[in-house]
């Protein structure tokens, strides 16, 4: 078998392992939803207390990454088939829907939030809402046979979520650093949230740095196009891609599981609990004596 096969084969049955694996996540974050965050607390099992916009986002998130993986791994499996072209616009929407979903997400944190400014934090937010355009552009371009379109925003959306990722994790690194610095009692929900959120933009630009690799042992994946021969770097680099898209998965629903032991059980929600300990309730503003600080909230 050549080289080629061999590497296609093996991203297959990987792929259809992280097909199974965020697939599962998925099924246990609803798990985690209904039984955990709500009958636990008390909560009705109804659609507004099921679809809050965090638990939106990830659910949406996983689903998107479950529609991306089964996606490429046929694009992998099928090459030079009738339908290509439709199968890289298919994978190119599942992705642009999965980065759209993350980035709101993340930024739903009240970590990121306290740690903003308001003006700043303004702009974030458009910014955000504006993602879908980005992330959703390089299918509409390989609609139109534009395949230097599409290599050209590919290069735009790894950029823009680098940046992204990096306001997030260094949002998550301040409250994670303060937290050890501060000598008052911290909520363990605060630590948990920093920790991971840090944790779920190093995975992402990690996915990101590796796609980039994939770019530079093959220039045609510019224009998604899997190529007829490939060193093995290449197929070892794209792996490393989906690994990490699914690792986000994975952390997010750890996350979501941790805040919900009993030990964190009450009415309100986590992030309300996060931010009446990040705000001083008199004065509305955070307060970090050591690090003399004293920023805003934002709504």
């Not at 390089?138 to 790894?158: C, R």
């Not at 301040?174 to 050890?180: A, D, E, K, V």
């Not at 991971?196 to 992402?204: D, I, P, T």
Request: one cysteine or more; proline letters at 3%.
């Amino acid at each position: 078998m050549s080289q080629l096969g061999i590497g296609n084969l093996i991203t297959g049955w990987f792929l259809l392992g992280l097909v199974a694996v965020t697939a599962t996540a998925s099924l246990l974050n609803v798990y985690v939803i209904l039984y955990e965050e709500l009958k636990r607390r008390g909560k009705p099992w109804t659609l507004g207390n099921f679809f809050t916009r965090i638990n939106t986002c990830q659910i949406a998130m996983n689903v998107s990454s479950v529609c991306y993986f089964c996606s490429i791994r046929k694009e992998f499996l099928h090459l030079g088939e009738s339908e290509s072209t439709q199968l890289q616009i298919f994978t190119a929407t599942f992705l642009g829907l999965c980065e759209s979903f993350y980035v709101n997400l993340l930024r739903s944190s009240e970590l990121v939030k306290v740690h903003t400014s308001s003006t700043f934090a303004t702009i974030l937010r458009y910014t955000v809402h504006a993602a879908p355009i980005f992330y959703l552009s390089p299918g509409v371009f390989l609609v139109f046979n534009s395949t230097q379109g599409h290599g050209i925003v590919l290069v735009v959306n790894g950029v823009f979520t680098l940046v992204l990722d990096a306001l997030f994790a260094t949002r998550f690194f301040r409250q994670i650093l303060q937290l050890h610095n501060v000598n008052i009692p911290v909520p363990e929900q605060v630590s948990i949230i920093a920790f991971y959120g840090l944790l779920s933009s190093g995975l992402c630009s990690l996915a990101i740095i590796a796609f980039a690799a994939t770019v530079v042992l093959n220039p045609a994946v510019g224009a998604h196009a899997i190529p007829q021969d490939a060193p093995v770097s290449y197929y070892v680099a794209f792996n490393l891609v989906f690994f990490f898209l699914a690792l986000v998965a994975v952390v997010a629903l750890v996350m979501k599981w941790r805040l919900g032991r009993p030990a964190f059980f009450a009415p309100e929600s986590v992030q309300n609990l996060a931010r009446d300990f990040l705000t001083d309730k008199e004065s509305g503003h955070v307060k970090m004596s050591n690090a003399n600080i004293q920023q805003s909230m934002v709504d």
